[in-house]
């Protein structure tokens, strides 16, 4: 399984951010597709998840400005997160977490710096 997320590198304060993760290898629908960011200096925080029945939740703490998306071939899913500030500069990672044997596989992390 590897994933790979894509998007910009930079985005202005109070812009809305979008990130994609591209997807292969994976045969099974046994996956919750989870978006996670690690701010400098803090440890990982969960955005929110697609389960492996299609139902999203969210982070109270980003519910209010997340949505997160994935293409019906499995493929690609995304994020989008509105009002940025300078607090949300983080690396973004895409993770699958394989429900059946608690595997989680990682994207590499994308960094975004959100400029004032």
């Known amino acids: 399984v590897h994933l790979q997320e894509s998007g910009p590198d930079l985005v202005k304060d109070s812009q809305t951010l979008s990130l994609t993760c591209t997807v292969s290898g994976i045969t099974r629908n046994d996956y919750s597709w989870n978006w996670i960011r690690q701010s400098p200096g803090k440890g990982l925080e969960w955005i929110g998840r697609?389960?492996?029945?299609?139902?999203?939740y969210y982070s109270p703490i980003f519910k209010s400005r997340t949505s997160i998306s994935r293409d019906t071939s499995k493929i690609r899913f995304t994020l989008q997160l509105s009002a940025v500030t300078p607090g949300d500069t983080a690396v973004y990672y895409c993770?699958?977490?394989?429900?059946?044997?608690?595997?989680?596989?990682w994207g590499q992390g994308t960094q975004v710096i959100v400029s004032s």
């Open positions: 993770n699958l977490h394989d429900t059946s044997s608690d595997e989680n596989y």
């Open positions: 697609i389960n492996r029945s299609g139902n999203i």
